[in-house]
Each structure stands twice: as structure tokens, then as C-alpha cells.
């Protein structure tokens, strides 16, 4: 069973430009959710979704940044206008939810590296 | 408010047991879950507890309080591999949205 897979690994973009990251469930998964990482501090939730549905995106910065999980292919997280302070690790996870009666762990996957020059 | 604490750094000797301390405040309560994360790299799960009581897991065990709010991860036997970052996380009343501590950077010395 493959893991949560997230490309690319490593982005790297000028200021004004935007990132696109992608990320793919692990199969059977179909809440996904995505983090952002600062070097030296924990993760912070970004947004959850669900196929078709952004469930809650209260972590996500109102401008620029928005998030999708379409009904076919990955997630994607888009960034645009990349400013400095975006350079960071992008996660994401994924879980199979609460309603088939287990705990919903969330499993990460191997992260996206933004730098912006 | 929500928040959880942990500690910034921890240093033991191979073969040691250490006992990672998390101290959590979150609006509702559903569990709470430890993940070892190396550096440059994707946190891995380690462990959740629901219930008060330690939850043993090979060289790992996790300890939860609910009274108290109060977690620790403890790891015996200490390998050179197990230097990394333990990350302490909780659901809030959603179920969905984590909140992590900062993580308590372990480095293991031989």
C-alpha cells in the first residue's frame, strides 16, 4: 500500500511567481489535509478537504493562497504571488476519517520544500 | 485557548531510557498522538491514546492523563536512529484539525 506521495519534493520559485504543490492519498484515504512547516517550529494546519469539498480552511492566509481535491486526481495547494515568507515545508496528510470506526490517524507525506528567491 | 507544550531539546546516552513530556490544552478532547519526525523529513506516527493509561509499543511506550493533560512518550534502549524530533499533537473539538507542539529535538549520544 503506497504511502501519501507529494510532489514535487523540492520547489523553487522567484517572488511574483506561483507554486503549485500536489499531493496524492494514500489509497483508501479521502480526507486530506495540508500543513505548513518553518524551520525550528511545529507544524500548523493550513486546511482539510475532502473530495470535491474544502471542509475548513480557517489555517490558510485569505489572499493568495487556496487549496482543491477534486473528484479525480490530487490535492493541490496553490500559491501565487510568492513572497519570501512562503519559503517553507509543505505536508500533507491523509486520513480515512472518523466514520469507519477507527481513530483517523493522519499519515504525512514526504513534504514539499518551497523556496522563494 | 489551545496550545501544547513540550520541551525544545533533550540529549541521552545510547542505550538510556528517556521519558519526552507533553502538556496540552485544546477545546474538547479526542485522543492525542505522538510522531517521530527526522530532519528534512515526513512525521511519522508513532502512537495514540484515548484512554488514561500507558500504551506500550516495543522500545516505545505513551503515557496519557486526562485530568492532568498530560502526556509522555517513553524510549528505552536508546538507538543512534532514534535522534530526531518528537512531535506531540491533539485533535480539537473537529476531530480533524491537529495541533502540534513544537517538537522536543532528541539527540542520542554514543
Known amino acids: 500500500n503506497a504511502g501519501v506521495m507529494q510532489n514535487p519534493r523540492h520547489l523553487v520559485r522567484r517572488r511574483g511567481q506561483e507554486a503549485r504543490l500536489r499531493c496524492s492519498p494514500m489509497?483508501?484515504?479521502?480526507?486530506v489535509y495540508w500543513y505548513r512547516q518553518l524551520p525550528e517550529e511545529g507544524l500548523k494546519f493550513m486546511v482539510y478537504l475532502q473530495k470535491e469539498n474544502i471542509i475548513d480552511e480557517s489555517g490558510m492566509p485569505k489572499e493568495r493562497f487556496s487549496a482543491e481535491f477534486p473528484k479525480e486526481g490530487p490535492s493541490i495547494l496553490r500559491i501565487q504571488q510568492v513572497v519570501r515568507g512562503d519559503s517553507a515545508a509543505y505536508f500533507c496528510?491523509?486520513?480515512?476519517?472518523?466514520?469507519?470506526?477507527?481513530?483517523?490517524?493522519?499519515?504525512f507525506g514526504p513534504g514539499t520544500r518551497l523556496t522563494v528567491l | 485557548g489551545q496550545n501544547i507544550d513540550q520541551p525544545t531539546e533533550m540529549t541521552a546516552t545510547e542505550g538510556a531510557i528517556v521519558q519526552i513530556n507533553c502538556t496540552y490544552q485544546?477545546?474538547?478532547?479526542?485522543?492525542l498522538f505522538w510522531y517521530q519526525q527526522h530532519a528534512g523529513e515526513a512525521p511519522t506516527f508513532l502512537s495514540y491514546n484515548v484512554l488514561d493509561g500507558l500504551e506500550e509499543k516495543g522500545r516505545f511506550s505513551s503515557f496519557l492523563s486526562r485530568s492532568k493533560g498530560y502526556s509522555y512518550l517513553l524510549l528505552k534502549e536508546l538507538q543512534m536512529k532514534d535522534s530526531a524530533s518528537y512531535l506531540c499533537?491533539?485533535?480539537?473539538?473537529?476531530?480533524?484539525?491537529?495541533?502540534f507542539g513544537t517538537g522536543t529535538r532528541l539527540k542520542v549520544l554514543a
Open positions: 496528510a491523509s486520513s480515512p476519517g472518523w466514520d469507519r470506526g477507527n481513530t483517523d490517524t493522519q499519515y
Open positions: 485544546t477545546s474538547g478532547f479526542n485522543g
Open positions: 499533537a491533539a485533535p480539537t473539538s473537529g476531530t480533524y484539525k491537529y495541533i
Open positions: 489509497k483508501g484515504h479521502s480526507h
